[in-house]
């Protein structure tokens, strides 16, 4: 399947292990980036006007290029400064009325604070199995650097890599 | 209307920014690359300049680094609008030498906002402070003072803020900022008419975004500068900067005496034992015979190592004065002074960083 990318491209920051990437995404029309992350054929994801930092120096850039595509199980988190970018779709296989609760999770290199919205519930790896799609949102997130707690990168809405978790707490409250 | 400079490679973010300041009064000047929008500031200095980050032939942040390296331009307040929004962008686009940064997207009224406070110091109407620290007796923290003053001005985001050090004696300003000065006052000498362009052209950008106008590394035998080039030095540099802070030598010299009768608050700075009390009595009579008003002297108590000294109500009942503000003892300013990194341009938590914020408060208050 191919989208047709007749969406605004939005401005998200791709967080590989070592490296920030800030580029435009081209996103399908009503889908955002959920949708292009989701896409079971494409193990790639195409961005345009692509600047790159090294993670230690996060605020310099070392390199532009016009095209980039990054392997999608590589990518650690995604921050989107509109949560409305990401264009999530509805947790499935649950009637109950979701809320909002705190999470702390790592993955490497950075460790990652926001909110989630689940039911009061829903044990942590029910919420990993029931979410739909191969990121978590993490909304208000911040992601801190585990070397330099110092160096910290926010975001309204933060895709984490399902994948790269390695540990995944949550607050029941 | 001030003439402001857009360097953005997105040329529909370039016509609505052109629009936003049109609307607020202001001429629009616009570069879509960062060659083309340095030789344009180069040829003719705008009031302000508004820079992308993300470009693809050269960053804002290498923009904002050869703006600042050239002396035509070194002044030019820099607002760097980016879509990278993170703490560490800030802090990039500030060490590159911007004066301010806000994160895309803007609203019209934020950026008109904005871009009056980055103008406010070049407006002819509004000049900036003077704040001269002096003490005719050395060893009291005279330049740790002023440069710690000036650090906490500018870590309060205040835009401009110049740092002048007048000794004849290798000052040691430059060595708190870990500045190895090519260009110093001394540059001024023997010249009979000093021009604005002169004098900003010996000013020396540190990263953080203060302005120095350094004394020379080794002392120097030619004779100091006049009274009257003092203060023109102090007008020319206050046209541009919110608060001009100047260490003043610790003699009565013609640079003293200038930049002591050009300051808006005269700080005079003291230790707490009795040779300073009796040095800061002298002073204040000195200062009342140059026709300087008591009400902008104030008293700064200093405590340069850790022994408990004489009580501050005892200073103060002594000299007839209330000691405005007391800077503790602080151990970590020996390894700032060896870094050449001062205390107040970090955010590490300590005494004198907290006493020093503490007092540019209040002089922002008062300004």
């Known amino acids: ?173 | 209307m001030a003439k402001i400079l857009v360097i953005d490679d997105d040329m529909n973010l370039l016509k609505m920014l052109e629009l936003m300041l049109q609307r607020a009064g202001h001429q629009a000047i616009l570069a879509a690359d960062g060659a083309e929008g340095i030789e344009m500031a180069a040829k003719d200095p705008p009031d302000l300049a508004i820079v992308d980050v993300m470009m693809p032939e050269m960053s804002g942040h290498e923009i904002c680094r050869q703006l600042r390296a050239r002396p035509a331009t070194v002044e030019i307040p820099i607002l760097i609008l980016t879509a990278r929004s993170q703490p560490a962008d800030r802090e990039a686009a500030l060490q590159s030498g911007a004066t301010d940064y806000m994160a895309k997207p803007v609203s019209p009224k934020d950026l008109a906002a904005k871009v009056d406070e980055l103008l406010a110091p070049s407006d002819a109407q509004r000049t900036g402070r003077v704040i001269t620290l002096c003490s005719l007796r050395g060893g009291v923290g005279v330049s740790t003072m002023s440069v710690s003053l000036a650090g906490a001005l500018r870590a309060q985001q205040v835009p401009n803020v110049t740092l002048v050090d007048l000794s004849p004696n290798s000052g040691h300003v430059a060595l708190h900022l870990r500045i190895q000065p090519k260009r110093s006052w001394t540059q001024m000498l023997g010249q009979t008419k000093l021009t604005t362009e002169g004098i900003r052209s010996l000013l020396i950008r540190h990263p953080s975004g203060l302005n120095l106008l350094a004394a020379p590394i080794s002392p120097t035998y030619a004779d100091s500068l006049t009274e009257k080039q003092t203060a023109t030095v102090a007008r020319v540099l206050c046209d541009r900067a919110n608060f001009v802070v100047i260490d003043a030598p610790p003699v009565l010299n013609p640079m003293c005496v200038g930049a002591l009768k050009a300051a808006d608050l005269v700080i005079v700075v003291m230790t707490a034992d009795v040779s300073s009390v009796q040095s800061v009595s002298s002073t204040m009579r000195a200062l009342v015979e140059m026709g300087i008003s008591g009400r902008k002297v104030h008293l700064l108590l200093n405590h340069t190592n850790d022994l408990a000294g004489l009580p501050k109500a005892a200073v103060e009942r002594a000299l007839k004065r209330p000691i405005s503000f007391v800077v503790p003892y602080d151990p970590g300013q020996f390894r700032a002074l060896a870094h050449g990194a001062p205390l107040a341009l970090g955010d590490l938590q300590s005494p004198l960083v907290d006493a020093v914020q503490r007092m540019a408060n209040t002089i922002k208050k008062a300004a």
Do not use: W
């Open chain 1, 1 to 173: 399947m191919k989208f047709s990318y007749s969406g605004n491209p939005i401005s998200a920051d791709f967080y590989t292990n070592g490296y920030r990437i800030s580029c435009q995404a081209p996103t399908p029309a009503g889908g955002g980036l959920h949708a292009l992350l989701m896409d079971p054929l494409n193990s790639y994801l195409e961005v345009e006007d692509a600047y790159i930092s090294r993670i230690s120096n996060p605020g310099e850039i070392v390199a532009h290029y016009d095209r980039a595509a990054m392997r999608k199980e590589n990518i650690l988190f995604i921050i989107l400064t509109r949560r409305e970018d990401g264009a999530l779709p509805r947790s499935a296989g649950s009637y109950l009325e979701s809320s909002e609760r705190s999470v702390f999770m790592t993955v490497p290199s950075f460790e990652i604070r926001g909110t989630i919205e689940t039911d009061v519930k829903t044990a942590p790896r029910d919420i990993l199995l029931q979410l739909a799609g191969r990121f978590v949102p993490v909304f208000e997130a911040t992601a801190t650097l585990t070397d330099l707690p110092d160096t910290g990168f926010a975001g309204r809405l933060v895709l984490v890599n399902k994948e790269r978790i390695d540990a995944f707490c949550v607050s029941d409250r």
